[in-house]
């Protein structure tokens, strides 16, 4: 069995390593799917973003490309007109608990919604869905930068940086459903808690929850 | 057969138990059902009750706790049996009756049929419970000794044939196990419903070197409960099934996830291990054969989500109880990454009698698709609540108004619900459908675990919707955005749908997400989440309709869209009743000496309503909330 396959993507013909990721693959090769939760180097995709949705020939739903391996003949459409409902409901429900205030945000311009809303033609609005109303504690206690939770998607992308990459484990998950945070153990701010200051977690947020004091707009 | 061989191991250990057992026959027997239904009851004091009277008498009889039998509107109840008597069942047990039945029909010969429910046995003098409507459509098959059988014993098992199916078949190839099961087309009864037999051959063909099997017994829906019922009444039914599927696969070690909140369920099936260790049911070289199996409990912490297979596993691992994607599936890389076996409790307990009984006589029993019985938890406006067992194919319409009795007086049927938080609601032209996998599907509701709960024309659907809706919504995980996200959206546009708030435009709004957030979902409880939703949106599109164009519940339910009102006409100056049930000192005497009520300060409690005598039934709930003054005023 060789160890590359061939498949189609959008009409086109890519090849690809046998049990790579579909979403790798795509992105590999400038065909861009919607995601924001995935990393490559991952076992067992979080797939909790539910965005990089396409169609597989032979699949009576869309799926998730994140969690797809690659098969010999294959045949994928990044688009439909339900990958792009989900997608497009995906996406306001996310935006229905983010702080939608761009220009004061230090990723303005640097931003992996702003990128999916470009890219397949959404607004970066508050349309159907009314924006939940919380409240969050502005954690700015380390020295260089500072956590926002209001613009936080949950996404883990810091979680995974400050466990795997910077080894310290100082952030995590908490709390269930609707309450779902990333914090320190027992919600302390980061500076009081192991947290090293590394800023491993602040280049891997796609959204500016996690920014740099001096990147501050407002 | 050498004596060594499991059959002839077995037939020692079940002389033996029938021995026993037989030597308590001898004198009246009498047990008290003390399933969490009946304790909650108070079953432990009536058998406290039962216990001082007949020690007050100087009585020779035995009183022992049983399960549950199923009949849960009449608990507390208790089975008397006594030599020369067909064994009979009392229920609504109090001291007053215990009194009575000890001091008739144990100091006398006197069974008080007057008070009794039904006969255990055929006899000239009582009927039994296969005489009544319901006994004819039920089938008992998993439920059979549940309640009739000391559960804290093992010999009340084995003598009554328990185990004989493992000795069976560890007398045989493993390969007969699977294939029997296979043939049987056992289909899981934790509500999907995928082939037993297929999973187990599954894990096989992927274990290599370790393989294990696990009981989801983390029964979590409201208003199920049969789950519970099987573990606490009949442990060893369950364990046996593990059993056999663990020689089937070749697993060496199992485990029970019961949830927390069951802890009769975890010291009955506890005991029960025990017990099968010391008869050599279970641990190395189970009946002297070189197979070896062990079991242990595991105590779920109570979030329902660990009822979903990944989520389960990722709790036993000490992880947060949240799914994972799949595939890869548990029979590929389950517990500790090894190839699992996850079945429900009742999926389990068939086993035994298929193995011992045969897929063939299996198969005789449902449909050709969905063989076997179908265990429902029957509650809401039905008059006979409890536990019943039919066979696949009843349709919903003899299930509720023959084994269930109907609905009580001034009930009109509405709706059923059935599957719980994940199924759906039917209406009155769905009833004839027959109770089976698919058919359910079909119809927009799903098997589920099985818990069935009636509404009538006193629930409103919007309001139901909302109810199971925020069950979900509380017990969502939080780690997908369909889900977490979603249900929260969806919970918040059906509380504005019940207070009157909305257009058409919401309703449609609120189908599409549904609709997105069962497809969008990672798991099956984001998946399954809208179905209450979606079901009452196409089968009571025109109650949602009057709640958001007229501001109307028509069931007077939504508290927004109702008033109390005190109809002049038929209050009466001599009575007030409703004056001193009002906990907020909302009504007043008008002039005249006939009631009223000051709308600022009533809260909807329904204390008045409930409180003013039949002969008047002067208290009216209207909607939508308008008093009859000012409809006319607003005329002119």
């Known amino acids: 069995m060789s160890d590359y396959i061939t498949m189609i993507i959008d009409d086109r013909e890519v090849k690809a390593r046998r049990g790579e990721k579909l979403l790798w693959v795509a992105l590999d090769n400038d065909i861009y799917i919607p995601h924001l939760c995935a990393i490559k180097e991952e076992k067992r995709p979080n797939a909790s973003c539910r965005l990089c949705f396409v169609e597989i020939e032979g699949h009576n739903q869309p799926v998730t490309a994140c969690t797809r391996e690659v098969e010999e003949g294959m045949v994928v459409a990044t688009r439909s007109s339900r990958v792009d409902r989900l997608v497009k409901t995906g996406f306001e429900l996310l935006l229905s608990d983010h702080n939608l205030k761009c220009r004061e945000c230090p990723a303005n311009k640097n931003c992996s919604l702003q990128v999916i809303a470009k890219k397949r033609g959404l607004k970066l609005k508050h349309h159907r869905f009314n924006p939940l109303k919380r409240e969050f504690k502005l954690d700015d206690s380390p020295a260089e930068f500072a956590f926002d939770r209001s613009r936080c998607v949950l996404c883990g992308q810091c979680t995974w940086a400050d466990r795997f990459e910077a080894e310290v484990g100082a952030i995590g998950f908490t709390n269930r459903g609707i309450d779902r945070v990333v914090t320190t153990f027992n919600d302390l701010p980061l500076a009081d808690s192991i947290c090293t200051e590394c800023k491993l977690c602040v280049d891997a947020c796609p959204v500016g929850a996690l920014y740099y004091k001096k990147d501050q707009n407002a | ?636």
């Open chain 2, 1 to 636: 057969m050498s004596k060594s061989d499991p059959q002839s191991i077995y037939e020692n250990i079940k002389r033996e138990a029938r021995l026993r057992v037989e030597s308590r026959q001898e004198k009246p027997l009498i047990m008290v059902g003390t399933a969490t239904c009946g304790v909650a009851a108070g079953a432990m004091q009536v058998k406290e009750d039962f216990a001082r009277e007949i020690d007050d008498k100087g009585l020779d009889a035995e009183v022992i706790e049983v399960g549950c039998i199923g009949h849960c509107y009449a608990e507390p109840l208790a089975i008397i049996a006594k030599p020369g008597f067909p064994p009979v069942c009392y229920g609504n047990l109090d001291d007053g009756l215990v009194h009575r039945l000890v001091e008739d029909f144990l100091a006398g010969d006197d069974p008080s049929y007057e008070y009794a429910m039904a006969a255990l046995e055929r006899n000239d003098e009582f009927p039994t419970f296969e005489d009544f409507p319901r006994g004819v459509y039920e089938e008992k098959l998993i439920l059979e000794h549940c309640g009739y059988a000391d559960f804290s014993k093992i010999e009340s098992y084995v003598a009554r044939d328990g185990y004989s199916a493992l000795a069976k078949a560890l007398s045989e190839d493993p390969k007969l196990v699977l294939e029997e099961v296979k043939e049987a087309n056992l289909r899981g009864r934790g509500g999907a419903g995928f082939p037993a037999g297929k999973k187990w051959e599954a894990c096989l063909n992927n274990g290599k070197d370790e393989i294990y099997v696990i009981c989801n017994g983390d029964e979590g829906d409201p208003g199920a409960f049969m789950d519970r019922s099987v573990l606490e009444s009949d442990p060893h039914l369950v364990l046996e099934g593990m059993i056999l599927c663990a020689y089937a696969v070749g697993a060496k070690q199992g485990y029970l996830y019961i949830r927390a909140e069951y802890p009769r369920a975890v010291e009955h099936v506890r005991k029960a291990i025990e017990q099968a260790r010391t008869k050599g049911f279970l641990g190395s070289s189970i009946l002297g054969t070189n197979f070896s199996f062990d079991l242990e409990v595991f105590q779920g912490s109570g979030a329902f989500i660990c009822g979903e297979a990944t989520a389960l596993v990722n709790s036993m691992e000490g992880r947060t109880g949240m799914p994972e994607s799949r595939p890869p599936r548990l029979v590929q890389q389950g517990f500790r990454g090894k190839p699992t076996v996850l079945n429900n409790v009742k999926t389990f307990a068939y086993v035994p009698l298929i193995i011992n009984k045969g897929a063939e006589w299996f198969k005789s029993i449902g449909t050709p698709e969905s063989p076997g019985t179908a265990v429902f938890s029957l509650v809401g406006k039905i008059n006979n609540t409890g536990l019943v067992e039919v066979p696949m194919g009843t349709t919903l319409r003899q299930l509720i108004e023959e084994v269930g009795d109907g609905l009580p007086e001034g009930s009109q049927f509405k709706a059923v619900q059935i599957g719980g938080p994940s199924g759906g609601c039917l209406p009155e032209s769905a009833l004839d459908v027959p109770i089976d996998f698919d058919s359910l599907h079909e119809a927009g509701a799903i098997m589920g675990s099985g818990g069935l709960v009636v509404m009538d024309q006193e629930d409103c659907m919007v309001a139901v919707a909302r109810f199971f809706l925020e069950f979900t919504q509380n017990e969502s995980c939080g780690k997908c955005t369909f889900c977490r996200l979603g249900t929260k959206h969806m919970l918040d546009i059906l509380t504005d749908i019940t207070r009157g708030e909305g257009d058409l435009e919401t309703l449609e709004h609120l189908k599409e997400l549904s609709e997105d957030v069962r497809d969008g979902s990672l798991c099956n409880l984001g998946r399954t989440a809208p179905n209450p939703v979606l079901t009452t949106l196409r089968y009571f599109y025109d109650e949602y309709k009057a709640h958001v164009e007229e501001g109307r519940c028509p069931a007077l339910v939504c508290r927004d869209l109702i008033l109390y009102y005190i109809k002049p006409a038929k209050c009466s100056k001599l009575c007030n009743v409703c004056v001193g049930s009002c906990p907020t000192e909302a009504i007043y005497t008008r002039d005249d000496g006939l009631k009223a009520i000051d709308q600022e300060k009533c809260v909807k409690c329904d204390n008045c309503r409930k409180a003013c005598p039949t002969e008047y039934d002067a208290v009216l709930r209207l909607s939508p909330p308008v008093l009859p003054g000012e409809k006319e005023r607003k005329a002119k």
